[in-house]
């Protein structure tokens, strides 16, 4: 079975520029979440998705930050514009149910806004 | 909102030693779970946590969750060099989305 698959791996942008991250969840799972990661940090909540539902998306910056989640299956994320303080690793994970089974994460994106 | 914290944020133990990660969490919580995280990997799922008071055992690792739901602790008998990584707990409260806790990084020195 496959597992969370995330991309790019990895991308570099120039601040002000827009970047998109996709992310393809394990098949089933209707949980979807976004989150990132700080170098040396825990992996901070920024939305997530119950089916094609945005359920919790209170710590996503809205005037920059947005996600979709189209049938409930693929999502993106996108920053518009980047700044120099969004550089992190930005987790995509899944799970079945909210909570109370485990999540998988994908390997991740690499964001660095130079 | 739910805050997650843990201590001690880093160790370095001489392989063989024990260690040990204490998490807290400002509010009740629903269940927590443990999460591994390789040096630039992805957490992984190590356990579950439902039940006040409850311990569970894999092997050398050791996890307890407190009576009062507020509270975790992850024990690593005789620390391996594979044990290298961070640990994260990641608490759930009623509808509110997995928080993860700040880690704790493990370097063991052979």
């Known amino acids: 079975e496959a597992g969370v698959v995330q991309s790019p791996r990895y991308k570099i942008i120039e601040k002000k520029q827009p970047v998109a991250f996709w992310c393809n969840p394990i098949s089933g799972h209707n949980t979807l979440y976004w989150y990132r990661q700080n170098l040396g940090q825990g992996p901070e909540l920024l939305i997530r998705?119950?089916?094609?539902?945005?359920?919790?998306d209170s710590q996503l910056p809205k005037d920059r930050f947005s996600a979709e989640r189209l049938k409930g299956v693929d999502s993106t994320l996108k920053i518009q514009p980047a700044e120099l303080g969004d550089s992190a690793v930005y987790l995509c994970?899944?799970?079945?149910?909210?909570?109370?089974?485990?999540?998988?994460f994908g390997q991740g994106t690499r964001l660095t806004v130079v | 909102g739910q805050q997650v914290m843990q201590i001690p944020q880093y160790q370095h133990v001489q392989e063989g030693e024990d260690f040990t990660t204490y998490c807290n969490s400002s509010?009740?919580?629903?269940?927590i779970q443990w999460y591994k995280q390789r040096p630039g990997g992805h957490p992984v799922f190590l356990i579950q946590?439902?039940?006040?008071?409850e311990v569970k055992k894999q092997k050398r690792l050791t996890f307890q969750f407190g009576e009062a739901k507020k509270n975790s602790s992850l024990h690593i008998t005789a620390t391996q060099t594979t044990d290298v990584g961070t640990y994260f707990c990641?608490?759930?409260?009623?509808?509110?989305?997995?928080?993860f806790g700040s880690g704790t990084r493990l370097q063991v020195q052979p």
């Open positions: 998705y119950e089916n094609e539902e945005a359920v919790d």
């Open positions: 990641a608490g759930t409260t009623g509808r509110r989305a997995l928080t």
């Open positions: 509010t009740t919580l629903s269940n």
């Open positions: 946590l439902v039940k006040s008071g």
């Open positions: 994970a899944s799970s079945l149910t909210q909570g109370r089974t485990e999540a998988f």
